[in-house]
């Protein structure tokens, strides 16, 4: 029912299943919450998670938990589910999870609260972990940390960082590839380039590996005072946000990008529109998230020009 767009219906259904098979309640608890955000009702999807006992929580409670955090600007709530993701994974000796949840704590701590410090304190708690994730006998979480640790030197402007974890962690016949030579040229500033290398991957790769890269390339495009490419990297990666993507900080990342690209065009309606989508989703967020309150000043700024019409 859910997947024919039904989600009423088949919320009902797994509430009934859930009450006359309580030995599986763990699993339509989940199937539940999930729906619920895809109905975007993500205050009710975390209520339902929250009914949740701990074995199950070890099972990637948290990082759902996590996500809905994310989504809504709650990023400490968000931390929070982290370190106890990271925490139940040591106890139970699992290395790859605690890295997979200390490395996302730091990419939220770097994109969402712009605090490089707290970033890499969690990289140096995980570094002795990342020995346990190999392409070989880890093959589903490889690019999981170590892209994402690639992708912290490159927001920490570190490009010489990035390129000896390249050299060192990313084979050029695989299928990450592609993906590797787009965020170096966009660090290099040499846009043209990324986007070529991105134009491999934008058409068969995944949803959650798509809108980061999508973000770093309207990025370089911006600073190099390509609005017009900016904005069309920016909804593109935006028409990618889903349920199933939910939780990604690049999309709130984007909204504000996407304003200050439309202020670069002129235009200050679509920029004041692009703000207050942001400031809307994260209307009870935490109040001090740097990109917040950058949002509400530029926001700000533009209402004069608003109301003279200009």
Known sequence: MIANGDTASGIETLMRGRGLEPQHAQDFTL???????????????LRELG???????LGGLLHDRAAGHIHQGAYRDALAELERAAE????????????????????????????????????????RLGGAISYRYTYFNYWTYWGDLFKLHLLNGDLAAAEALARQKFAADK?????????????????????AAASRVLE???????????????????SQGRADEA??????????????????????????????????????????RSYSRLLDLWREGDPDIPDRLESRRRLERLKPMLASGG
């Open 31 to 45: 199937s539940i919450a999930n729906a619920r955000f895809l109905q975007g009702r993500f205050a009710e999807g």
């Open 51 to 57: 009914t949740a006992s701990t074995p199950f929580l």
């Open 88 to 127: 139940l994974a040591r106890q139970n000796h699992d290395e790859v999870r605690e890295a997979i949840a200390r490395v996302g704590a730091a990419g939220l701590y770097m994109i969402g609260r712009n605090d490089r410090l707290a970033a890499f304190r969690e990289v140096e708690r995980c570094a």
């Open 175 to 195: 299928w990450y590839a592609s993906y590797v030579e787009s965020y170096l040229h966009c660090a290099r500033g040499e846009c043209a380039q990324a986007a």
């Open 204 to 222: 068969w790769g995944p949803a959650a590996e798509n809108i980061p890269l999508l973000y770093f390339l309207a990025q370089c495009q911006f």
């Open 231 to 272: 904005v069309e990297s920016l909804l593109r990666l935006q028409s990618l946000y889903s349920h199933l993507t939910l939780g990604t900080p690049y999309y709130p990342k984007s909204l504000l990008l996407l304003g200050e690209a439309y202020e670069q065009k002129g235009e200050a309606e679509s920029a004041a």
